[in-house]
């Protein structure tokens, strides 16, 4: 994408549960690309705030669940005196298709930005047949 | 009392803070460009203050910090590249450049600015000026 355009504002999604959760807190659905390469699928978000020790990656059944912790103990000791987005974690869950390999998913974080690669099973990579 | 007293009090606690000053006055004086990218929440810790915002995918080198007088300009350009034979099934995340000044209701003193970016967040830490300090003057 070009970078040239000034960069639009988006305030952040607060996540909507069907179940309500037994803990105060507010969760945040984390910005999200998703798009298919030749081999995989990659999903790309963007959890500011969040180091790689607090980000759990679970996958159940075909449910894959990212969830990232904010450490709000370095807010201690801080008086907000104006503020224009609220903190919260980050959570997020996809349902996967069946052509992606379970055993190979991979997760990276880099500035905020957290990258999964999901394999997909060797049947569903293209291959080229070559005529003999 | 709280039943589960745990990690998520203080979390609760700040993000009402965080709520409490969303309609704040503090940067009325200045022309702030409030609701610009990035976002920023202004921080006291003590006589300092502290500007935190969520910059995610922003490299360092990308980054521009400038303080003049009471004024902070952040500006910096935000890319998303993706490699080549691609096809987006969603596409959430934006692109583009941004520069914002926020003029703060006190002086800094320039030569203490700090500026830190970690996971997505940059943090400028903003010491008030020495002559800028209230000074307790004592009761004869």
Known sequence: MEPSQDLALRQKQEVATKEERTVPGRYYAPVTDIYETDNGLMIVMEMPGVTKERVTVDLQGDVLRIEGQIDFSQYKDMEPVYTEYNIGHFVRTFSLPGKIDREKIAAQLEDGVLTLTLLKVLEAQPRRISIS | ?140
């Open chain 2, 1 to 140: 009392m709280a039943l589960f007293p745990g990690p998520f009090d203080p979390l609760l606690r700040l993000q009402e803070a965080l709520d409490a000053f969303r309609t704040s006055s503090w940067l009325d004086t200045g022309p702030s460009a409030a609701g610009s990218y990035p976002l920023c929440n202004v921080f006291r810790n003590g006589d300092d203050y502290v500007i935190i915002t969520e910059v995610p995918g922003v490299k360092k080198a990308d980054l521009g910090v400038q303080v003049k007088g009471r004024t902070v300009r952040l500006s910096g350009t935000k890319a998303v590249d993706y490699a080549e034979k691609t096809s987006v099934h969603r596409r959430e995340r934006l692109a583009g450049q941004f520069d914002r000044a926020i003029t703060l209701p006190f002086e800094i003193n320039p030569e203490g600015v700090k500026a830190e970016c970690r996971d997505g967040i940059l943090a400028l830490f903003l010491p008030r000026a020495e002559a800028d300090k209230p000074r307790s003057i004592a009761v004869t």
